[in-house]
Nanobody, 124 residues
């Protein structure tokens, strides 16, 4: 299971740090990702990190503002959100999947395990 937390209400330009802790199994050999879904929109890819934490991939809309990292010893993935914008408002989901290579990271079909989501609201 994946348990995401860290969401909240923040003003534009502010920061948040999301965490996603895994339990019940280890995800050390899995790629870990974050997706988000805004009201009335489809779920979209945000960021992903490979099993060795040596490669990352970001959506263009968050590149330079968000940073994904993982701590395999803690079975946890993080998403640091900086310079937040109102359009970043969404429910953020963490996910884990067998690492098939960064080409596949944007596809939610690659991910077998999903967290319950944590709401990020950015006010203008």
């Amino acid at each position: 299971q994946l348990q995401a937390c860290g969401g909240g209400l923040v003003q534009a330009g502010g920061s948040l740090r999301l965490s996603c802790a895994a339990s019940g199994r280890t995800f050390s050999s899995y790629a870990l990702g974050w997706f988000r879904q805004a009201p009335g929109k489809e779920r979209e890819f945000v960021a992903a990190i490979n099993w060795a934490a040596s490669a990352t991939r970001y959506a263009d809309s968050v590149k330079g503002r968000f940073t994904i990292s993982r701590d395999s010893a803690k079975n946890t993935v993080y998403l640091q959100l900086n310079i937040l914008k109102p359009e970043d408002t969404a429910v953020y989901y963490c996910a884990a999947g067998v690492d098939r290579g960064s080409y596949f990271y944007t596809s939610y079909d690659m991910y077998n395990y999903w967290g319950q989501g944590t709401l990020v609201t950015v006010s203008s």
